[in-house]
């Protein structure tokens, strides 16, 4: 069995919380910021736990990288 490796376009943007929960951030918050309300750039800036429909698939993408 060859060894699994890090898909490190996934390891980029997935972080890995202290109690173990797989963290990312939304999309939208790059660019075009002018036009947009302080209150949703504001929730840009906070960190998401991953659904637990994806949790499965980003794991087997991050290989051993999530066991830091």
């Known amino acids: 069995m ?3 490796k890090t898909h490190k376009g996934m390891a980029k943007r997935i972080k890995l919380s202290a109690n173990g ?3 990312h951030r ?3 918050r790059n660019h075009l910021l ?3 309300s302080a ?3 504001r929730e840009y ?3 998401f736990e991953i659904s637990a ?4 698939n980003v794991k087997k993408m991050l290989g051993n ?3 830091r």
């Open 53 to 56: 429909g994806d949790t499965a």
């Open 65 to 67: 990288y999530n066991a």
């Open 2 to 4: 060859p060894k699994l």
């Open 39 to 41: 209150s949703l750039k």
């Open 26 to 28: 939304r999309a939208h």
């Open 45 to 47: 800036v906070k960190e």
């Open 21 to 23: 929960k797989l963290m």
């Open 34 to 36: 002018a036009h947009k």
